[in-house]
């Protein structure tokens, strides 16, 4: 890294020892040991002392310290404490031979990098209502806040005259992570662009050791969820598939009915009353469903599809015992439903029986050929929708909480 030239000179106030790191648009030096604010610009006359100032405690950075922002090599030349509304945050200037000065924000364990802007803005924030739009070039910002501020700590070279005491309004607008301030004080207005830099990208710059605590949220902070973002990205894509196969599917798939009959259950004398039926099957090898459905679903027992020519079982399914992983029985539309598959085409036997303790007069009976179930496709939509909008609720109350910051 390519260090900026260092030179030496003593406080022309209390002879203190201090390095002078930056260029020459530096307007003032103040001494960190008695706080005497002196003039670079005139031989390092005294223009003010501030002995009682306390340097602040939760500082990560010195003036001195060197790292790249943006993967420029910047050294912290100077650093201002500003105090608002029971909010305090430390300025640190910082400075590149080759890219200028810029500001480096430390706010409650969140950095921003902030540099001055010629560009204006459409509107001006002091006119704006929370939340309100407004542009800076091609880019939208939305009204934040505005307040005062007043410094409590000034230490290093500065390219404007600090002293303790000194009072300032800033007004912000966000983008996140991207920031556009606009500050006033007595003398003049000025512009700044700022983005915000992760934590652990300024420790690794800067080799900051020394842990900070981190507030939860910064107004600038993107929203990130290391399992909902991803899960809901890839869930996008594929929602949209299982929708289009499973519309497809209840629209064009549905099969061909081979028998839609209504049967009149007879008598056995035994405590049950039963039917059987035969139907052709002209298409093995492809999935049919078999739907039973009455009045009470519950009191059909013993349902069995047998070839005819050679007796053999094709399904055997009953209320408590079904023999398919495709069995379902439905006590909302009341309904017994089977998926199965045969082996050659042929006449098969559907027999059934019901319990005449919970009495069936009725069943209608469907056999669908070359069915295909959407149900597991539907499923999937529906896991897909949930990881969509799970992961869209996290992030609004990560922004209800951004916005809650400034609304408390």
Known sequence: MSESKIRSINCTSCGAPLKLHAGHKIKSLTCEYCGAVMNPQDEFSVLAKFSEQQPPSHSPLKTGDQGKLKGVPFTVVGMIEWYAEGDSWIDYQVFSPTHGYAWLVYETGHWVFLRRTRNLPNKSLWTLKRRAKVKMKQQTFLFYEKFNAKITYVAGELTWI??????????????????????????????????????????????????????????????????????????????????????????????????????????????????????????????????????????????????????????????????????????????VEASFEVPKAGIYTLSFSANTQLPVKKVKLVITENHVGSRYFFWLLLFSLAAILISSFSRRSFESQRWKLVED
């Open 162 to 335: 600090a002293r303790m005491g000194d009072t300032t309004s800033l007004a912000e607008a966000i983008d996140p992570p991207y920031l556009f301030s606009e500050e006033r004080n007595k003398y003049e207005t000025e512009y700044y662009f700022g983005e915000y830099i992760e934590a652990t990208e300024i420790k690794q710059q800067f080799n900051i050791s020394k842990h900070y605590p981190v507030a939860p949220i910064h107004r600038l902070q993107r929203y990130k969820s290391k399992f909902l973002q991803p899960l809901a990205k890839v869930a996008k894509p594929f929602a949209f598939v299982f929708f289009i196969i499973s519309f497809a599917i209840l629209i064009f798939m549905q099969g061909s009915s081979v028998m839609v009959k209504p049967v009149v259950m007879k008598n056995t004398g035994n405590g049950q009353v039963q039917s059987s039926y035969e139907f052709s099957i002209s298409k093995p090898n492809h999935l049919i469903l078999l739907t039973l459905n009455t009045h009470n679903a519950n009191a059909l027992l013993n349902a069995r599809v047998k070839q005819r020519a050679t007796g053999k079982t094709i399904i055997n399914l009953g209320k408590n015992n079904a023999k398919t992983s495709e069995y379902r029985i439905d006590k909302r539309i009341r309904s």
